[in-house]
């Protein structure tokens, strides 16, 4: 299996790649210090495999596996990080990540994560698939299923109400997530934040809204959602 390392600790990058270096079947074919690297490795090596840290300097690991999973469907991610709140699990999981396992993992679990996960399996660290599973026995029935609706309904924008506006519906999920917090009233730098991306990916996605609900500004952004609240 050939492997990316995205990491910009060198003592950790280090020891991952001479782990890894004992076995004969995963193969370190690069290594990147950063999410815009770990993009540009991806299309450069096609990888099997990505070993993706979140905090990184620049773009972040968990905006990198957004893109490489929409450009580059083929290669896997695994999350390997420090980080196990339930707003960077559950992010890294809505852009495509096929796992997630913390740094503290013994070695025999993150080899055995990285084989699972190159092989089309999903796996997560113990702690964190317990939680991934107590989320989702606490949903209801019609979100715990996975109805396949518009952006705004599988980005669970009815949070803020039922958007009945047709224009909604050609919003990606991504578009219908940002335009929820628009309607909350966040900054672009807040939304960044929020979904661990850049804010100038907030402001490309923000004009786009913009023009596919055909208004000039936020405030009527804003004002259609609420409109279409109580419609």
Do not use: C, W
């Not at 690297?37 to 840290?53: H, N, T």
């Not at 070695?107 to 990285?114: A, D, F, K, N």
């Amino acid at each position: 299996m050939r492997i990316v390392i995205a990491e910009d600790h060198p003592m950790f990058r280090n020891g991952v790649r001479s782990l890894l270096a004992t076995t004969d079947d995963l193969e370190v074919v690069g290594e990147a210090t950063d999410g815009n690297e770990a993009v540009k490795l991806a299309g450069e090596l096609e990888p099997d495999l990505i070993l993706m840290d979140i905090r990184m300097p620049g773009m972040n690991g968990i905006e990198a596996t957004e893109r490489i999973r929409e450009q580059y469907p083929a290669i896997e991610v695994l999350i390997l990080t420090m980080y196990q709140d339930d707003q960077s699990v559950f992010t890294a999981m809505r852009v495509g990540a096929k796992g997630y396992v913390l740094k503290d993992a013994d070695e025999e679990e993150l080899l055995q994560s990285i084989r699972m996960v190159g092989s089309g399996r999903a796996v997560f660290s113990t702690g964190i698939a317990e939680r991934i599973m107590h989320y989702f026995a606490s949903q209801t029935p019609q979100v715990a299923t996975g109805s396949h609706g518009s952006g705004a309904e599988d980005a669970g924008i009815g949070t803020y109400g039922p958007l009945r506006d047709p224009s909604f519906t050609e919003l990606t999920r991504r578009e219908a997530e940002i335009l929820a917090r628009i309607a909350a009233g966040d900054t672009n730098a807040q939304i960044a934040a929020h979904l661990h991306i850049s804010a100038k990916t907030v402001a490309n996605n923000v004009s786009i809204i913009l023009g596919k609900l055909q208004v000039s500004s936020r405030h009527e952004a804003r004002k259609l959602v609420e409109q279409s609240r109580h419609s």
